[in-house]
């Protein structure tokens, strides 16, 4: 275990933050499923729930959007009053996004050194 004190604060943020992901039943098919998508793009919330193969009412009973929202992954966009949905971007430049994709990739590439 790191004895420096700024490792140990980030691994408490990082555990902190692996505990809310993972306290939420759908978070990995919400996450790969974002990452099947096309950065910058605008996706409506029914297109994002297929593509997590999640239902739509799952979504919204806990908040993924908003949640989503607010780490940065999605972006709202205004599309006027005559959008019946709210449409989202996402945002291929955040943070969390880009932690998602490299760890996919370093996970799929240390299963493959190990087969």
């Known amino acids: 275990m790191p004895t420096d004190s700024k490792a140990s604060v980030m691994t408490a943020d990082a555990v902190d933050g692996w505990e809310k992901l ?3 039943e759908e978070a990995a098919a919400v996450v790969a499923g974002l990452l099947s998508l096309e950065p910058d793009k605008t996706y409506a919330r029914s ?3 297929t593509a ?3 239902p739509l ?3 919204y009973l806990v908040d993924t959007f908003d949640q989503l929202e607010t780490v940065g992954v999605l972006d709202r966009v ?3 009053d ?3 949905e709210a449409q989202f971007v996402l945002n291929a430049d955040s943070d969390v ?3 998602a994709v490299e760890f996919g990739e370093l996970f799929a590439n240390r299963e493959s050194e190990d087969n």
């Open 52 to 54: 997590a193969d999640i």
């Open 57 to 59: 009412k799952t979504l």
């Open 22 to 24: 993972a306290a939420e």
């Open 97 to 99: 996004y880009q932690a």
């Open 47 to 49: 297109e994002l729930a």
């Open 82 to 84: 005559d959008q019946s």
């Open 78 to 80: 205004d599309e006027g």
